[in-house]
């Protein structure tokens, strides 16, 4: 039986009182960006967002299109545990890509869909500040050996201001998902990773990770198999039984991120269903996997 349209508004009304007023990041991968009417789709939910009187905040990746890049130049992508390996070329292919492309479009496209966009990179403001990653030790053969993962960054210290003064004057802030160190080195990082700490310093209320797969999965090619509730507790033992793997490492180790720090929950789901934000967020039953902190007996 259809569900009658002023049935779905009438549900999603408490959802819609619960969020006014409330900060939601927003991470879109570069798997959902390989189709305009899929990218088309996302950012007409934010705008609507944003006029339900929530404040939403975007994060973008652009895997595909800088490994695609990569490839017309006769580069070969190169990942270690869902990192991408950026040496020198890597990383100006990846700022090139990123804020030069992916930033631009998606500013372009809030405004064609009625919002006010602003790109932003970890530069302005000194929004991210971060450092290079230690090389990461690996056994190959029972033998220890390091692995330099290049212009690969962690987040020191995320400045919330100038995200604080685009967000009150109404403005949707995209953010390409480069860092700067000390030196003033730019640094690619994670974007599900730098999502979770940009969820954390907002004090958001929700961090939304969109995939194109439809959450955590126990099987990975099967979507039945779907977990729909990770609580913190149960990260690290699913890491260790080869359950979340590759890019969903990041994904889940930023979403623990911004739950321990106080955002409420984060939830990862398929950017490619339409709409598939609106259903996780305004409808009782939802649609991906959500990262929820137990909470403490007394508490």
């Not at 977990?227 to 180790?253: F, Y």
């Not at 929950?265 to 996780?280: R, W």
Request: hydrophobic share 45%; glycine share 10%; proline share 4%.
């Amino acid at each position: 039986m259809e569900l009658k349209r002023e049935n779905v508004l009438i549900e999603a009304l408490p959802y819609i009182q619960e969020f006014y007023d409330s900060i939601m990041v927003i991470k879109v991968g570069g798997n959902a960006m390989v189709s305009p009417q899929i990218m088309e789709d996302i950012i007409k939910d934010v705008v609507l967002l944003h006029y339900v009187g929530i404040k939403p905040v975007i994060v973008h990746g652009g895997g595909p299109e800088i490994t695609e890049k990569m490839e017309r130049m006769g580069k070969k992508a190169e990942f270690f545990q869902g990192l991408r390996i950026t040496d020198d070329e890597t990383m100006e292919i990846a700022r090139m890509v990123l804020v030069g492309n992916i930033n631009t479009k998606i500013v372009s496209l809030i405004g064609v869909c009625g919002g006010k966009g602003i790109g932003l990179t970890g530069y302005d403001g000194r929004m991210i500040l971060g450092h290079k990653q230690a090389a990461q030790k690996i056994a190959v053969n029972g033998i220890e050996t390091e692995v330099d993962i290049g212009w690969v960054g962690e987040s020191e210290v995320i400045n919330p201001d100038i995200l604080n003064i685009v967000l009150e004057n109404g403005y949707i802030p995209v953010i390409s998902p480069i860092a700067v160190d000390a030196k003033g080195n730019a640094l690619n990082i994670n974007a599900d990773t730098v999502a979770g700490d940009i969820a954390a310093a907002l004090n958001a209320k929700k961090l939304i990770l969109m995939t194109d797969v439809s959450g955590l999965l126990r099987a990975i090619n099967d979507p039945t198999s779907r977990i729909s509730r990770v609580t913190l507790e149960d990260i690290e033992p699913l890491i260790a039984e080869g359950v979340i793997q590759g890019g969903m490492i990041p994904k889940l180790k930023g979403a623990a991120v911004a739950v321990k720090n106080g955002v409420e929950s984060a939830h990862i789901i398929n950017g490619s269903v339409s709409h598939s934000m609106l259903l996780e967020l305004f409808t009782n039953q939802g649609v991906g996997t959500m990262v929820f902190r137990l909470e403490e007996p007394n508490e």
